[in-house]
């Protein structure tokens, strides 16, 4: 099971950025797919998941709001759009399976990341 996010750049604060969650060799329908981030000398964070079916997803309290998850399987991709960003955001973010909302933990292997950096 491989995940890649793409979409990460520099941004200024305030600012948005749209990422994505494509795979290869499976269809990303049949399974809840989530975002998480890490930065430099912090622990991993959940940030996002979202079900199989789109109907049900969870959000961190730090970007609920700000964040926003989606999937179009037509696309075989999961998105995160990301707004009003604030310089904490920064970090590399990346996709994986996961368990169904609201429970998001890691269930598969992370794939490659994107960086994402807030900065004036």
């Known amino acids: 099971v491989q995940l890649q996010a793409s979409g990460g750049g520099l941004v200024q604060p305030g600012g948005s950025l749209r990422l994505s969650c494509t795979s290869s060799?499976?269809?990303?329908?049949?399974?809840?797919i989530g975002w998480f981030r890490q930065a430099p000398g912090k622990p991993r964070q959940g940030v996002s998941c979202m079900d199989t079916s789109g109907k049900f997803t969870h959000y961190a309290d730090s970007v609920k709001g700000r964040f926003t998850i989606s999937r179009d399987n037509a696309k075989n991709t999961v998105y995160l759009e990301l707004d009003s960003l604030e310089p904490d955001d920064t970090a590399v973010y990346f996709c994986?399976?996961?368990?169904?909302?609201?429970?998001?933990?890691?269930?598969?292997?992370r794939g490659q990341g994107t960086q994402v950096t807030v900065s004036s």
């Open positions: 060799g499976f269809g990303v329908e049949y399974y809840s």
């Open positions: 994986a399976v996961t368990e169904p909302p609201p429970y998001c933990s890691l269930s598969g292997d």
